[in-house]
């Protein structure tokens, strides 16, 4: 069965630094690729959707890259602030309504 | 924006109650989803839905049934409560992107003990 997977060491990373996260799965390439924003105690919040035939996607100072032949995406937020820290959940569909989500990464950036 | 409440931010029940956990979106959305949420584990989802009355079977349904009378409000229903299902429980909905995807909203999240 398709698999979703996140790094779940923590990552710490000095303020202002680029902070690059990782998203592998397994098996097939699904249609979309998902990134969400969860912090302590709350629900995950939508920030990006890529689609299989894209290779970048940026909204603001964040950027996801979907690489069907490494069977990855990264997820990249430059100019990193404190206020970013939280745990960040790659999830991945396949065009219909469910979505499977990866456990997650937890970002700390130090100021 | 999207809002997506749940009924109760903090439940504690005993061994065998049953237990209703209500969701309510204010969007329109066709979709809805239940899902818990354990350390180690990440999000598993419970059941969907993909319309009033319609209802799927997530990947842990065991324990668990649902309701969807109104396209607005999905239902949570815990039989008899088990120590087993003390979690964090999320509500979503999602529409479609207008690329294809299905972005989800969540609500606020219901801390569920059962002691």
């Known amino acids: 069965s398709q698999k979703i997977e996140q790094n779940s060491e923590a990552l710490n990373i000095q303020e202002g630094k680029t902070a690059t996260l990782t998203c592998n799965y397994t098996?097939?390439?699904?249609?979309?690729l998902q990134w969400y924003r969860q912090d302590p105690g709350r629900g995950p919040v939508f920030l990006l959707l890529?689609?299989?035939?894209?290779k970048e996607k940026r909204k603001e100072r964040l950027k996801v890259t979907f690489d069907t032949t490494l069977k990855q995406s990264l997820f990249h937020i430059t100019a990193s602030q404190p206020a970013d820290s939280a745990t960040y959940l790659c999830?991945?569909?396949?065009?219909?309504?469910?979505?499977?989500f990866g456990t997650g990464t937890k970002l700390q950036v130090i100021p | 924006d999207v809002k997506v409440t749940q009924s109760s931010r903090y439940l504690v029940k005993r061994t065998g109650e049953k237990v209703f956990l209500e969701c309510v979106q204010d969007?329109?959305?066709?979709?809805m989803f239940w899902y818990r949420q354990d350390p180690g584990l990440g999000l598993r989802l419970i059941y969907f839905?993909?319309?009033?009355?319609?209802?799927e079977k997530g990947d842990i349904p065991e324990g668990y049934s649902v309701s969807r009378e109104k396209k607005e409000r999905f239902s949570l229903i815990l039989e008899s409560a088990s120590t087993n299902q003390t979690s964090m429980y999320l509500c979503?909905?999602?529409?479609?992107?207008?690329?294809?995807?299905?972005?989800?909203?969540f609500g606020p999240g219901t801390r569920l003990t059962v002691t």
């Open positions: 979503a909905s999602s529409r479609e992107s207008g690329t294809g995807g299905y972005e989800q909203y």
């Open positions: 098996n097939y390439s699904p249609a979309y």
């Open positions: 890529i689609r299989e035939n894209e």
């Open positions: 999830a991945f569909s396949g065009g219909y309504q469910k979505v499977t």
């Open positions: 969007m329109d959305h066709e979709n």
């Open positions: 839905s993909y319309d009033v009355k319609m209802k």
